[in-house]
């Protein structure tokens, strides 16, 4: 029988109760006290491997006994989820109810507790503090891939802790991988998908998609993030930070979660919603890889700095603190900065991985491709009626070529041209559309063919707009602008930009929980 740790007083926090006071820690203060600081880095193996699969049956075990835990306690598995977001609709005095203490000492450990995630005077909350670039409540969204490596840090640790596994470290879902298909890691590991009473790592709120036939190639790919020269971006690009977190980040969210009747009305869930992503427990190996895919990237050199790292003095390095709960003792929280999380290894964050994603693939355009302006080719147009409400339901939208033959055909006698697909989209309402939404474009099967079929181009998702919505102004909703490079197909002569064209809208893996109206789609050149 398992053996699941005390939801009741510790001897140690017995004592702290009196005071109930909370001791913040820099890393190197944290890293003194800490006996696995100097033991050789732990390491994060690809989840289907048999190494992979031993640490998923101990963090299920971890799961299982965080979930034990009354949900004040900071090591708990609500607690815990909750540092990465809140639903605002969801009460908390059930959470922090002094009435679970039987002594005055017991309810000051309540109560520090509620200070910890909730904040109060000078003690800044903990809860609510993941920075997406679709929300500005925090207002540091290039922190993105930062601050979610200490979070999966100090997750970690507390699994470490719980179950007395010193060496466990996170397995990652590689579904990332060039034949991900083939190696059947499009699909979740199976020890998420078993609806067993003691699986703590299943939940029901999943899509039925990425269960039977796994994520949709060619979204989940790292190959646009790799592209980037830049962290935080520069001429002409977004940065790394920010294509990572869009591009596999966001679609893997918008594929995995699922929506529910609340009230009458579609909500998104799980996966598919910020404030209740991290309750799943595949949030945290789908986080596992994408920091691998950043460490991917980085390729540090053997003290463990990479070129690609922000220069010494840059802000983004030490201009501001993260504060995370000590797994061992919960009475202290630990402040770190983005820069003391980029060397895994030498910073005593503790791990690495069993291997690296190779760069090797991503597409090297030119520096005056990337700053050029682009050439319009088609018509920019509104498009009336053209709305993605159903599951799978296509949704034509024409493109008119506007460009002279010899304009738009030109860019193909350059090595660096590039063609692109552009398209904006707007969310029906100030609300989560959730899912992920399929875009082809129609064109012959093969070159000469006469008959069309869909060709993917690309995915896109609207994951977090409700929360970036809450701060558009009144009658304003929120959009989004999305590429899609089409340069292989006009090469391939499967497209021609001096015709007219199809392309055709799919929501795939949920219907959307407001119709998505599609503003506009032209083709680029640069």
Known sequence: MASFPSPHISRRDFIMGATAGIVTLSLPEWLAGEASAQAAPRIRY??????????????????????????????????????????????????????????????????????????????????????????????????????????????ERTIASLTNKPTFALPYWEYSHPNAKALGRLRLPAEFRAATNNNALYSADRSVRVNSTGLTEGAVGPRDAFDQRTLLGDAGESGFNATIEDLPHNNVHGAVGTTKRINGEPVPVGMQSVELAARDPIFWVHHANIDRLWESWRRPGGNGSSQLDPAAGDVWLAGRTFAFVDPEDTSKLVKMTAGEALNIQSTKLGYKYDSLASVANATSFSSASRTARPTQLSAKDQIAQAQIKGLDQPVTVPVRPTAPAPVALGFGQRSDAEYILTIEVEADAKSEPGGLFEVYMLAPKTLGATEKVEQLVGTFNLFGVNKHAQHLPAGAKPSKTWKADITELVLRKLVDPTKPADVVFRAAFNAPTVPVTIKSVVIEAR
């Open 46 to 155: 690809e989840a289907s491997s048999p190494k992979g699969k031993a640490m998923l049956v101990i963090y299920r075990d971890g799961v299982r006994r965080m979930k034990a835990l009354p949900r004040h306690d900071p090591r708990s598995w609500i607690f815990q989820a909750n540092i990465h977001a809140h639903p605002d609709n969801e009460p908390v005095n059930t959470i922090f109810a002094a009435s679970q203490g039987k002594t005055a000492a017991a309810k000051a450990i309540i109560a520090r507790n509620k200070t910890l995630a909730l904040g109060a005077g000078a003690q800044k909350p903990i809860w609510n503090t993941c920075p997406h670039s679709t929300t500005t409540d925090n207002g540091y969204a290039e922190h993105f891939i930062s601050w979610h490596r200490i979070y999966l840090m100090f997750l």
